[in-house]
């Protein structure tokens, strides 16, 4: 018991921080509501940057750091401009961002079974509760406020910003290439074909599960976590359609139904 409140404490107090890490004008920050693809596209840029270098969860908060699990003074080192990670709710210092969305439905799925891993629920807390008690509540376990309340912030203050690009998760499965060269573009660098194909196949969800299973003791996020438990789960859309209940598919959708309809995932 005392160690699962430790990690939860420490959980908050990280995520408490992310509001008081400094911001530099021309950083370039990755920013999603929680298990919305935000580590895979990290993984992705990595890769496009560092072609020469395999990306690992060993070295991927060196390249692209977290900032909820990097010390201020660590990333004031970093070169400029600095990629970051980020799961804030709209913050106006913010200029360069490339945002993820992903259908809510899918992420209450990979969201329950973070929570598992971190030793936040155990086994026996029943996704249906979590979805109901935590996922669509204003206030949530993992104090990022709703999905709504974070996605409706960033499209409604910059959806139109020229420095702002909206990526949604399920047309980066569909068709990473597409998706990889927009990136390549915010990012103004010149990429190839050929490299954009080896950036895909190296940070292809098989990958980055072999890669978890042999070095989670390495990664900050995962090394005190459950080991019976992956991060990187299964990389794919539409499980909600078996996985959720009725009334937790309707619970979702009577929530955020306009933002939903917004983004094409209703």
Same mark, same amino acid.
């Given at each position: 018991?005392?160690? %699962?409140?430790?990690?939860?404490?420490?959980?908050?107090?990280?995520?408490?921080?992310?509001?008081?890490?400094?911001?530099?004008?021309?950083?370039?920050?990755?920013?999603?509501?929680?298990?919305s693809?935000?580590t895979?596209? &990290?993984?992705?840029?990595?890769?496009? $940057?560092?072609? !020469?270098?395999?990306?690992?969860?060993?070295?991927?908060?060196?390249?692209?750091?977290?900032? #909820?699990?990097?010390?201020?003074?660590?990333?004031?080192?970093?070169?400029?401009?600095?990629?970051?990670?980020?799961?804030? #709710?709209?913050?106006p /210092?913010?200029?360069?961002?490339?945002?993820? +969305? &992903?259908?809510? /439905?899918?992420?209450?799925?990979?969201l329950? #079974?973070?929570?598992?891993?971190?030793g936040?629920?155990?086994?026996?807390y029943?996704?249906?509760?979590?979805?109901?008690?935590?996922?669509? @509540? =204003?206030?949530?376990?993992?104090?990022?406020?709703?999905?709504?309340?974070? +996605?409706?912030? *960033?499209?409604?203050?910059?959806?139109?910003?020229?420095?702002?690009? $909206?990526? &949604?998760?399920?047309?980066?499965?569909?068709?990473?290439?597409?998706?990889? %060269?927009?990136?390549?573009?915010?990012? =103004?660098?010149?990429?190839?074909?050929?490299?954009?194909?080896?950036?895909?196949?190296?940070?292809?969800?098989?990958?980055?599960?072999?890669?978890?299973n042999?070095?989670?003791?390495? *990664? %900050?996020?995962?090394?005190?976590?459950?080991?019976? =438990?992956?991060? +990187? &789960?299964?990389?794919?859309?539409?499980? *909600?359609?078996?996985? $959720?209940?009725?009334?937790?598919? @309707?619970?979702?959708?009577?929530?955020?139904? !306009?933002?939903?309809? !917004?983004?094409?995932?209703?």
């Open positions: 018991m005392m160690q %699962k409140i430790k990690r939860i404490i420490k959980i908050l107090i990280g995520y408490e921080f992310g509001r008081a890490v400094t911001i530099f004008p021309d950083d370039i920050l990755i920013v999603s509501y929680p298990k693809g935000n895979w596209t &990290r993984f992705l840029i990595a890769n496009l $940057l560092f072609p !020469q270098e395999p990306i690992t969860f060993a070295n991927i908060e060196d390249k692209i750091p977290d900032i #909820y699990q990097s010390k201020e003074r660590e990333l004031l080192h970093i070169p400029r401009p600095r990629i970051l990670k980020s799961h804030e #709710y709209f913050d /210092r913010y200029q360069r961002i490339i945002y993820i +969305v &992903r259908d809510p /439905r899918d992420i209450a799925i990979s329950y #079974y973070y929570n598992i891993k971190f936040v629920f155990n086994d026996n029943s996704i249906d509760s979590f979805i109901i008690e935590h996922f669509t @509540k =204003k206030m949530n376990i993992n104090n990022f406020g709703t999905w709504g309340e974070d +996605v409706g912030s *960033w499209l409604g203050a910059k959806k139109d910003d020229s420095n702002f690009l $909206l990526l &949604r998760y399920e047309d980066m499965l569909s068709d990473p290439k597409i998706e990889l %060269k927009k990136i390549a573009h915010h990012l =103004k660098i010149s990429v190839t074909d050929e490299l954009i194909d080896k950036v895909i196949k190296q940070s292809s969800f098989e990958h980055m599960q072999l890669l978890e042999n070095q989670s003791n390495l *990664w %900050k996020l995962t090394k005190n976590t459950r080991k019976d =438990k992956f991060f +990187v &789960r299964s990389g794919q859309s539409g499980q *909600w359609q078996n996985k $959720l209940s009725t009334h937790s598919i @309707k619970t979702i959708e009577s929530t955020w139904s !306009q933002i939903m309809m !917004q983004l094409g995932y209703l």
